[in-house]
């Protein structure tokens, strides 16, 4: 039997469902290095998928539910549905159908190339979000902006070289590359697209009739090579999902430049999260962009 703690969830996740949902069963589920995730399963056979941190992490949750919501009204990209959330006194959660995954294949990274080229085209009012939200557990500033560079400059590199600083750690000639970032950007002017925000590929996935899906985002509206930049930093999506994408949304010729720019902010970020030799990753790509510039 589960823990009695399970009981706040099974009311949350009876209640929204409409159905009683009493739980017969849990195993953990690996991969998180943020919040604990579960498996739940109940005596009427349904599955759900549990998320769980601490109180202070609610918002978070929240505005992953926001973001899981605002993807799949869409209809693009395939997300899983989000079920409930809330707290229970020790600890926040998040609730979402459980998506058996099964064998990905050629055909699956196509349709996710499609597809999430689709989900970029949809042209958004301004770059930002309705709320600010996480990467990881770093608070993720989204503060409405009508300029692509001076948002990117500010609420994304900014933020991270300061929190950074904080941690006693220091990059050469930051400041240097603020200052010419509009240089990055001559001739290209991105429109707003809603983007996952963390799409590396443990955050992408294919269930069990082949249709790809995607999770955990860390969303808001920006430039849509953000996006793709990231999937190139751990690797896990192969030349069909490229090819896919720009068939249906070709990337501008400067991609490959900005791809260095737009990982910097996820080297810096995993920086902050766990140390290590992401520092002189991110150092390496900050000398490798100032040399760039004429």
Known sequence: MPPTSFSSFAEAISKTTGSVFDPSGSSSIGGGCISQATRITGTDGR?????QNDLSFHDFFEAEADALKEIKATSTVTVPDVIAYGTTGKSSFLVLAFMEEGPDSSASQSELGVQLARLHKIDQPFFGWHRDNCIGA??????????????????????QF????????????????????????????????????????????VDKQGTPFIYDPAS???????????????????????QAYDSVYPLDPGFKFRKILYNLYHELNHYNLFGGGYASCAQSSIERLLHQIP
């Open 47 to 51: 599955s759900f998928f549990l998320k």
């Open 220 to 242: 808001y509206y920006g430039d849509r090579e953000t996006d793709l930049a990231f999937t190139y930093m751990f690797g896990g999506f192969s030349s069909s999902f490229y």
């Open 138 to 159: 770093t608070p993720q500033p989204n503060p409405r902006c009508e300029d692509w560079v001076s948002f990117y400059a500010s609420n994304r590199l900014a933020h």
């Open 162 to 205: 300061d929190l950074a600083r904080r941690k006693g750690q220091s990059f050469q000639r930051s400041s240097e590359l603020l200052e010419n970032l509009p240089a990055f950007f001559e001739g290209y002017s991105p429109h707003p697209s809603l983007l996952h925000g963390d799409l590396w590929g443990g955050n992408a996935a």
